[in-house]
């Protein structure tokens, strides 16, 4: 079992910056690839971004290319998400998500742990 509490989330303007946390327990976190993912009112849960084991491999939507980067801290089991640029169409709940392999990957159907999520209102 994994258990993933994200953080971070708040209420800013557009423009603004913002740092997502995801801390891990339960199994070994370093061993695995983790993802963010984010849902809108009304609309599906799609991918934002995701990193591999050892970080060297990592995706980004379309969509946050350039503004958002996503990092891991193996020794603090924790994967973060820093937001810059943040537009009104950011808004969403987030979601931190553990694959139970070290590959990153882009579908949700490839993460088998999920954390309860943390509000992001961007103001425009």
């Known amino acids: 079992q994994v258990q993933l509490v994200e953080s971070g989330g708040g209420l800013v303007q557009a423009g603004a910056s913002l740092r997502l946390s995801c801390a891990a327990s339960?199994?070994?976190?370093?061993?695995?690839?983790m993802g963010w993912f984010r849902q809108a009112p009304g609309k599906e849960r799609e991918f934002v971004a995701a990193?591999?084991?050892?970080?060297?491999?990592?995706y980004y939507a379309d969509s946050v290319k350039g503004r958002f980067t996503i990092s891991r801290d193996n020794a603090k089991n924790t994967v973060y998400l820093q937001m810059n640029s943040l537009k009104p169409e950011d808004t969403a709940v987030y979601y931190c998500?553990?694959?139970?392999?070290?590959?990153?990957?882009?579908?949700?159907?490839?993460?088998?742990?999920w954390g309860q999520g943390t509000q992001v209102t961007v103001s425009s």
């Open positions: 339960g199994r070994t976190f370093s061993n695995y690839a």
């Open positions: 990193i591999s084991r050892s970080a060297n491999t990592k």
């Open positions: 998500a553990s694959r139970i392999v070290s590959t990153a990957a882009q579908n949700r159907e490839a993460y088998n742990y």
